[in-house]
Structures are given as C-alpha cells and as structure tokens.
Nanobody, 127 residues
Framework: QVQLVESGGGLVQAGGSLRLSCAASGRSFSNYAMGWFRQAPGKEREFVTAISKSGGSTSYADSAKGRFTISRDNAKNTGYLQMNSLEPEDTAVYYC????????????????????WGQGTQVTVSS
C-alpha cells in the first residue's frame, strides 16, 4: 500500500506559478512510477504528466508541455509538479497517482494504469 497526499494548490492569477507536492508513505516510493492528473468541473479526469520510478523518463500532455515540469525526490518520498504560466483553463483538482513499476524508465499515461491516488488539491487560476 502507498498513501499519497498532495499539497501546494491554491488561487493564483493568470501567468503565475504554483508548485504541487505529492508526499508518499508506506511502501518504498522509489519502486513506483507516478503521474499527475486533473479534473475540472463537469469534465473527465485527464492526464497531465508522468515520470518513471527512476525519474529518468517523463511524458507530458500537450497542454502541459513547455509550462509544467514533473520531478521527484525518492530520498524524500516526494513528487513535484511545477506549473508556470498558468491559465484559467488550468483550473481543476489535481491528483497525484502511483503504480508499482518493474522498469526504471517506464511511465504510464492512462488513468487505469494507476492503483494509488491522492485526495487531490484544488488549483484555481483567475483571469
């Protein structure tokens, strides 16, 4: 079992930045690939970005490329999502997710790939 807790959400003006954190407890975080998803009101949960358990491979949704950066610190059992140049369209609840991975450089982009989820953190971007 892995427990995930997100933090760092809040209200920010368009063009601003936020850094989300995902603290993991339980099993060794370094054995898990992780990802970030988001869900806006009335919309389905969508993929934002993912990172392999080693941190050596990443993937981004088109909407996140060039603005968001995913990273992780396995020594601290924490993953991060740095979000820059935020837009009102980025307003959503952001969730981190984890899945046991047996490959150092594999990442996962499907919602169904993940079996551990945090409770989510609200990000609101005002225009």
């Amino acid at each position: 079992q892995v427990q995930l807790v997100e933090s760092g959400g809040g209200l920010v003006q368009a063009g601003g930045s936020l850094r989300l954190s995902c603290a993991a407890s339980g099993r060794s975080f370094s054995n898990y690939a992780m990802g970030w998803f988001r869900q806006a009101p009335g919309k389905e949960r969508e993929f934002v970005t993912a990172i392999s358990k080693s941190g050596g491979s990443t993937s981004y949704a088109d909407s996140a490329k060039g603005r968001f950066t995913i990273s992780r610190d396995n020594a601290k059992n924490t993953g991060y999502l740095q979000m820059n140049s935020l837009e009102p369209e980025d307003t959503a609840v952001y969730y981190c997710a984890a899945v046991r991975s047996y490959y150092d450089n594999s990442y996962y982009i499907a919602h169904s790939d993940y079996n551990y989820w945090g409770q989510g953190t609200q990000v609101t971007v005002s225009s």
